[in-house]
């Protein structure tokens, strides 16, 4: 009895041994683990997700017709685009867009053969945007909603002084391509169009009934933050 217990001794502390060198190896891969996966969390935190930009971009409206409308031609100008990108995750963001310009809005119709409206035009809309990285060349793309808004400018450009306000709600779609000049700005290029009603300053003789794309050619810049 007292050799196997001799001999039993040394196989119980070999296995006390094992497990006292086991057991700290496992501890230490898991606080390395963890301290991987915190040093990831915090370099993403700490990457820029948010960055402001302005653009310059030129509405370009194609003539409509319909409804005794033959046709509704908008002038040709440009415009300032201002917008806010926060990036949820390192691919896809949420944006905010603030846009202006000023034009002529001009309508032939059976009635008014010089009917012009000098319009003040507003772009208010939010979208997702989703990014690729290749180095230094990002393209992304862009879909939401929104709202074009059309204020009439009392003036000499304009003919009809019983026009009033258009807000016409409508989806934003586009695409593009960003380049970072460094880790703070980039320089970006991009096709938005945006689909809506023409619009008719509530006027019914300027009804055309017709939905139409604007579309809207921007360059700009953007800073991270």
Do not use: C, W
């Not at 898991?30 to 990831?40: D, E, N, T």
């Not at 032939?108 to 409206?117: A, C, P, Q, R």
């Not at 409508?170 to 009603?197: C, H, M, T, V």
């Amino acid at each position: 009895m007292r050799v196997a217990g001799m001999i039993g001794e040394p196989e119980s502390k070999a296995r006390d041994v094992e497990r006292e060198g086991i057991f700290p190896s496992m501890k230490k891969m898991m606080l390395v683990g963890a301290l991987l996966m915190l040093g990831s969390a915090v370099g993403y935190a700490q990457e820029s997700r948010q960055d402001i930009s302005i653009s310059g971009f030129a509405p370009l409206a194609p003539d409509v017709r319909g409804n005794g409308v033959n046709p509704m031609s908008t002038t040709i100008t440009t415009g300032i685009l201002t917008s806010y990108r926060y990036m949820v995750t390192p691919r896809s963001a949420l944006e905010l867009n603030y846009g202006f310009a000023q034009n002529s809005i001009k309508y032939l119709t059976s009635s008014i053969k010089n009917g012009e409206v000098h319009a003040r035009q507003q772009e208010i809309t939010g979208a997702y945007v989703y990014t690729l990285n290749f180095k230094r060349y990002n393209p992304f793309a862009e879909i939401g909603v929104g709202g074009m808004i059309f204020t009439p400018i009392l003036d000499n450009g304009t003919h009809q002084l019983d026009a009033r306000q258009n807000t016409n709600i409508g989806g934003l779609f586009g695409g593009g391509l960003a380049y970072e000049l460094s880790p703070s700005f980039d320089i970006r290029a991009e096709y938005r169009g945006f689909l809506l009603k023409a619009p008719d300053f509530g006027k019914t003789e300027f009804k055309s009934n017709r939905y139409y794309v604007m579309s809207m050619p921007t360059i700009g810049i953007a800073y991270h933050f």
